[in-house]
C-alpha cells in the first residue's frame, strides 16, 4: 500500500536531495528513459537503480521495460501518488520558508 | 523524520525548479521536421511544377504524409517526454497544417503567381516553397516549450 504523506510536513522518502531532484526532473515529462535521468541528475546507473527502486517501492515512480528498434530501453514515469506527494512536499517546504516571509515555488 | 531549516528548504525548492527547466530542455528540438520538410518541397516543386497540377498536388500532399510519418519516429526515439511540449497537438497540427500549406503552396503557385507574372514555373512554385518553408520553421519554433 502507497504510504500517505503528512500534509504538515516534507515528506521523508522525498527528503534526500537526490530523490527530489529525480522525482523533480520526472515532474516536468510524461516519461524519461534511465540514461536521461541518470545524466541529468548526475548519478551512477546503480545508484539511479537504488533510488528508482526505493520511490518504485513507496509507489512514487512507475519503470516500464521497452524496445526503441532493437535496444532495450527502460522508462521511468511519475505515478499519481509521485505527483500528489511532490506537491505536498513543495508546500511543506514553502510552508518552512512562510514563517521567513517568502516564498520560491509553487507545487508544480 | 528529516526536518529543514530554511535554508535547506530555499536549496530544495530551487532544485525543484531547475530540475523541472532541465527536463523540459532535455527534450527534442520540435522544429526538426521543417529541415527535411523544406528539402521534399523544394525537389518535389523543383520536379513537378511542370507536370499537370493533378500530378503536383497529390505529390504535395505525399510530402505532408512523409513529415507526419517522420514526426511519429521522431516521437518514438525521444528520450525525455516533456510534459511541456503536446507532441499530440503538434502533430495533429502538423498532419492538417502540411495539407493547408501544400494546398497554399500548389493554389498561388498555379493560380495566383504562374497566370499573372512572367516568372517561369519553376522558379515560381519554388519561391512559394521557400516562402511558406520559412513560415512553418517560424510557427514550429513558435510552438516550442516554455521552460
Redesign the interface.
Known amino acids: 500500500m502507497t504510504p500517505q504523506p503528512d500534509p504538515a ?2 515528506d ?1 522518502v522525498l ?1 534526500t ?1 537526490t530523490r ?2 529525480l522525482v ?10 534511465f ?2 535521468v541518470r545524466d ?2 548526475g548519478l551512477t546507473d546503480s545508484n539511479l537503480s537504488k533510488h528508482a527502486t526505493a520511490l518504485e517501492a513507496a509507489g512514487y515512480i512507475s519503470v516500464r521495460k521497452g524496445y ?1 528498434g532493437r535496444r532495450p530501453r527502460t522508462w521511468l514515469a511519475l505515478t499519481p501518488a509521485g505527483r500528489t506527494a ?1 506537491k505536498i512536499h ?1 508546500a511543506a ?2 510552508a ?2 512562510a ?2 516571509g ?1 516564498e ?2 509553487r507545487p ?1 | 523524520m528529516t526536518q529543514y531549516n530554511a535554508d535547506e528548504a530555499r536549496a530544495a525548492l530551487a532544485d525543484i525548479d531547475s530540475r523541472t527547466r532541465q527536463a523540459v530542455a532535455a527534450d527534442a528540438p520540435i522544429q526538426w521536421p521543417a529541415v527535411p520538410l523544406a528539402a521534399l518541397w523544394l525537389i518535389a516543386i523543383g520536379f513537378f511544377t511542370d507536370r499537370p497540377s493533378a500530378v503536383a498536388m497529390p505529390l504535395f500532399l505525399g510530402v505532408a504524409a512523409v513529415y507526419v510519418a517522420g514526426s511519429f519516429i521522431v516521437d518514438r526515439r525521444r528520450r525525455v517526454k516533456s510534459r511541456a511540449r503536446h507532441w499530440g497537438v503538434v502533430r495533429w497540427a502538423a498532419l492538417v497544417g502540411s495539407a493547408l500549406l501544400s494546398g497554399a503552396v500548389w493554389f498561388l503557385t498555379f493560380q495566383v503567381l504562374e497566370p499573372h507574372t512572367s516568372l517561369p514555373h519553376t522558379l515560381a512554385g519554388v519561391a512559394t516553397a521557400v516562402f511558406m518553408t520559412v513560415a512553418a520553421v517560424v510557427l514550429n519554433r513558435r510552438l516550442g516549450p516554455r521552460a
Open positions: 510536513q516534507p521523508p527528503s536531495t527530489l531532484s523533480a526532473f520526472l515532474a516536468a515529462t510524461t516519461e524519461a528513459d540514461a536521461s541529468a541528475v526503441v511532490l513543495v517546504l514553502n518552512i520558508l514563517h521567513t517568502e520560491l515555488a508544480t
